[in-house]
């Protein structure tokens, strides 16, 4: 699959000029290096999924893994998504560690049943007798003309899903440290990849370290309006706080980094304290993540909350392919800018 | 196959049978909650199923395998009535009563769970019998799927990833006809659900799932096959149910009567039994013998309490706990 | 499928006495009389599903519409729901209008990919060439020991998915209504029934009528509380209503009666009458239609609210199959009067 | 077949080629956006099906047929340079730009749109097929579906419930030996994708998918049947794309070798016209002029408007309007 055009046309962290390069580790690198480290460490895991043996997988996250653990665990299946979702939930079952790829988030639907009916409910149906310790890793986003089978946010599919993980990392290095959190877990974890990310560049420690699921990371610390943010709406969000630096508001950006089950102990508090909030989800707003965090924060913080959660979103629609009007449905750093403004001075 | 085998799944005919008709019975009373299918004139496949799977093995039992489920945890676990709990919701089921007869498991006696989502543990299995062939474990992942299961999608992925994989699972078919109200016939291009198996190369017999000597026979060949590492089975077992829809009975008179009074598998097997000598007394023994000790699991069952409330919350994730109300 | 112990257990529209029988129509009739008016409205039209022919469905829905309407328009399939739908979907696309019955909503995992990434995007991604006329009636929620895949509230699956509309009637003259109005509509209606309405009666005007989509009502007036539900909440926020009456508190309670897209007008003005709300909702609170309602409300009427939207859900887990477990697990109309009691006294 | 019908072919060939080089290029040179997959060596099993499509037919093409999408348009509406501008997400594109390369439909042409999710059009059309039948008309509704698609569940529900409802379904399976970097042995049970089509007793045939003259017999036989009648018909067309992944080419060197310069699908029609006569100058010229009327096509594409920013929430839902920011 050719991909050309694939320039996140918004912000997202970019990569910087050639001597950075060398220093600095990709997100798809990142991701590589935990597959590395995890298949080092676990005799019982396993890699599947469409093309990611030989190939190194769509996107590049497996590549020469195949060498290294050979074909046993690295394992290329056919087009049969509920075939390998399937597979991972059986092996996990009797001890294994799978990680499967689904190659684009969209086609998770194919497996819909396996995850939400089967994987999210072994745990407690069986009365504890199983576990589910899979992973599934899935590109998801927008923003690269990729149109509607291939650019869409899937969260919101799974967020009234109890026993299911969502695992969403905004740049490389919480993308290892979340990557190796979520092999290490005991409960099946859906694990976002946005593909604007995949070459965002950072210093990556190069050793097994994790990054606790469940916990968010203040990415910017701030005193007047609280943003609120997953994924590629977190460098998004640190670009419209500085634009609103600029006009001397200063923004809180909580990046949220697991979606399900979030960590509302770090959400609240910063809502709390700032008063102002902004949530900035790039799915459709209704029944998207927006909706259940401007919920719980209207409810919780109701007494410090100085004006209404303002929710910024992609439009209610699935995604067009013409890359202009694929720029007006996804939400930008700009319109997250207007609603730092809009909460600030509300 | 020798006598005392026969005798022995005679019994395990019986004890599938009293198990379900005593469940029946309560359930009609109302003290059973939620659905039931029973697996009540399929004794035979089930105890030829139940009889070759060791506890090492894994099994995903359909909705009307209570008697699997059941010779399974007698046969391994020696607590039968710990299947006859679930079904009543109570705290000593096998998953203390938060599965239910459509979601009983017990993996210590090679029990992996029914899913209510008919057929979708086609794709699950796969994995088991992955996991025991990556470990070089001789295990056999059993799916028994009806008739009415094969319209799935995931029978098609299942059973190509079995062949390109070479993987240790016996596929048991059970068609007993119907799907609900759907005759097998009208419902798949072909009654015969073995043609199916055929276009992936898989290994595959009907058998005529009301005899116990040849179910037996053919299981014991596949999973023996199967653990030498040849690779998938496909077993169909040509059979048919009793229980009809809850509207009643909707099949031709005709055909009840036929398999209800010709080709009931515990009457064949007593005639076999007695063609080898076997007296009535004997016979009527064994009855006397299960129908006991199915009234002892359901006096089990109900003397049992229900459920800790803790249970509501407990498990939904390994890592965290949900709050309660 | 046999079904016992279905009596639900909390409250719902109860079957009267004898005598109340005779003049009063259950849930399942008034559907069954819908669908046999619109067959004879749309030629069109057609009937698909498992056992819904000679059997009439697993509920009794279709009853007798085999006979009436033959074997063609009231087609039995095999077990292969997302054929099912995709049959609806190519159908629609020529000028059919099919309404599929799935037998329980847990199985719409199964054809989720057909809903999702084909069905509510057929009409977006084609430029509106063509459109999806279709209904999917399905039988949602639990109360009857039913157990994790027999049981499921499975609207929040779909409520971040553009494209689709989600019909949730609450009685059974809205139920007739609703669905007339979904076979009527061009774009493509997830249609909820909920179990234990089945047997719930009322007087139901015989003829052709429509219930709009889209449209709320109010289906109990009130000043000091507004409770929004839908679906088997109804009844249980019209019992928890007579309640809070008792205790001097007046509940208007707001039936949502279409999902998606919701009717927020009639809402929002409800909650700006009142200032303090209640959302009712069966399924798990996180992600779940609660979140949604809770949100806008909280955004919209910042300013009117006098206290914090109060969310009354479904804990965060599958539901179980054991009786007593279900009952902790699912909310009842003593958990709303509990939260109709806070909200008034915040 | 008659010579003319040949050149007519190769002359279709030759724009499908056009078409797919031309757009490579632009795609290369970033003008394009999104993904690209290309048909370029399957000439002769996509001019075959095209051929035999009516507009009132009905075919649901997958990511590799820009060429039978622009055929139709160009055969049945006049305007193919309308495809065109949809890979460039324009406007004038037959879905307003909104579709793209891999949801390009026309219903008026008989395309009813690509599904970037592979093979999910296999449960789609059935409805298409089934509506056909209620209403007696005698439509074709055909999926083109590649050796990797095959792995889908939906194929064994599409196949089964074509099969038992008799309908008017082709099955266009482009087994072009790979699916991405799968090989199709090894992502099968069997190669040969038909073994699969015969489990469900549907009628099919296995068909040289270069050589147009055995590809345009077989398609016009099977559609033939089809319309009188006879129920779905499977197609498989043994074939190999030019397009290798984009880590560039991964297949070995002697099949590439083979595929490319042995068994070019237009340069062995090319022989075949030049055996019944055709000159080198005569066939330059198809090749030239369809040449020509692609760079017209792209230069509309590039010449149009993007879409009208009102598109972005038009059409959502037929019965609501959807907000804009
Ligand atoms: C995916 C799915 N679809 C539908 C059902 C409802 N259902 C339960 S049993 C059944 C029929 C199954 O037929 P078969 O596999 O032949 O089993 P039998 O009851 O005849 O033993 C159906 C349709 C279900 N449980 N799961
Ligand atoms: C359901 C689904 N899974 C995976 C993909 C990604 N994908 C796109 S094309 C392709 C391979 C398809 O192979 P084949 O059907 O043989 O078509 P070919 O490209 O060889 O023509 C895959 C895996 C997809 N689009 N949809
Ligand atoms: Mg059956
Ligand atoms: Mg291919």
Known sequence: ?????????????????????????????????????????????????????????????????????????????????????????????????????????????????????????LHYMFDGQFTAPLVIRTACGGG??????????????????????????????DAKGLLLASIDSDDPVL???HKALYRSRAEVPPEYYTTPLGKASIAREGR??????????????LEAAETAAADGISVEVVDLRTIRPYDATTVLASASKTGRVVVANEAPRIGGLGAELSARISEECFAQLRGPVVRVDGLDTPIPFSVPLENIVLPDSDNIAVAIKAAAQY | ?????????????????????????????????????????????QAALAAHLEATDAFFPDHRCHGINALAQHRHGGNGERIMAELFGRATGVCSGKGGSLHSADPTVGNFGDNAVEGSYMATVLGVALAAKMRGE???????????????????????????????????????????????????????????????????????????????TA???????????????????????????????????????????????????????????????ELDAIE?????????????????????????????YAGWEVAAR
Chains 1, 3 share one sequence.
């Not at chain 1, 590049?60 to 075939?83: C, F, I, N, Q």
């Not at chain 2, 000790?293 to 803790?310: C, M, N, R, T, Y």
Request: charged content about 25%.
């Open chain 1, 191 to 193: 694990f976002l990849e």
């Open chain 2, 138 to 216: 001789p295990n056999v992942a059993c799916a028994i799927i009806g008739d009415g299961t094969v319209g799935r999608g995931e029978f098609h992925e299942s059973l190509n990833m079995a062949a390109i994989w070479d993987l240790p699972v016996l596929y048991a078919c059970v068609n007993n006809g119907y799907a609900i109200s759907m005759p097998v016939g009208e419902g798949h291009a072909t009654a015969d659900i073995v043609e199916l198996a055929k276009g992936y190369g898989i290994a595959n017999q009907q058998v005529d799932g009301n005899d116990i000597v040849e179910a037996w």
């Open chain 1, 1 to 121: 699959m050719t991909v050309a055009a694939d320039k996140p046309r918004r912000t997202a962290r970019t990569p910087r000029k050639g001597k950075d390069r060398v220093r600095k580790t990709s997100f798809t690198q990142a991701l590589n290096g935990a597959l590395d480290l995890a298949m080092e460490k676990h005799d019982e895991m396993f890699l599947i999924g469409e093309d990611i043996a030989e190939m190194g997988g769509d996107f590049g996250v497996t590549k020469g893994l195949l060498a290294k653990y050979g074909a046993e665990r690295v394992r290329d299946t056919p087009l049969s998504e509920a075939a390998i979702i399937g597979t991972c939930a059986g092996a996990a079952m009797v001890g294994m560690r799978p990680v499967a790829e689904i190659m684009f988030a969209d086609f998770i639907a194919e497996c819909y049943d396996q995850v939400v009916n089967n994987v999210a409910k």
């Open chain 1, 224 to 237: 007047d309006v609280t943003v609120v943010a997953a994924m590629r709406m977190v460098p998004m969000a």
């Open chain 1, 144 to 173: 690269f003309g990729g149109g509607p089978h291939h650019s869409q946010s899937i969260e919101g599919w799974f967020l009234n899903v109890p026993g299911i993980v969502i695992a969403a990392p905004s740049n490389p290095v």
């Open chain 2, 288 to 316: 006397a013998e299960t129908r006991d000790l199915i009234e002892e699991w359901i006096s089990f069952a109900k003397d049992s309490p229900a459920p800790d409330p803790a249970k509501a919350t407990a498990d939904v």
């Open chain 2, 1 to 45: 196959m020798d006598t005392s085998t026969l005798k022995g799944l005679y019994r395990d005919m019986w004890l599938i049978r009293a198990f379900e008709q005593g469940l029946e019975r309560e359930f009609e009373q109302g003290n059973v909650p939620g659905m039931l299918h029973t697996g009540l004139g399929q004794e035979a496949t």
């Open chain 2, 219 to 281: 299981v014991g060949d596949a999973v023996g096959r199967i653990r030498s590492g040849e690779g998938p089975y496909f077993l169909e077992f040509k059979t048919w149910r009793w229980q009809g829809i809850f509207a009643g009975e909707f099949r031709p008179e005709a055909e009840v009567k036929y398999w209800r009074e010709e080709r009931d598998p515990i009457m064949l097997a007593a005639e076999a039994l007695a063609k080898r000598g076997a007296t009535p007394a």
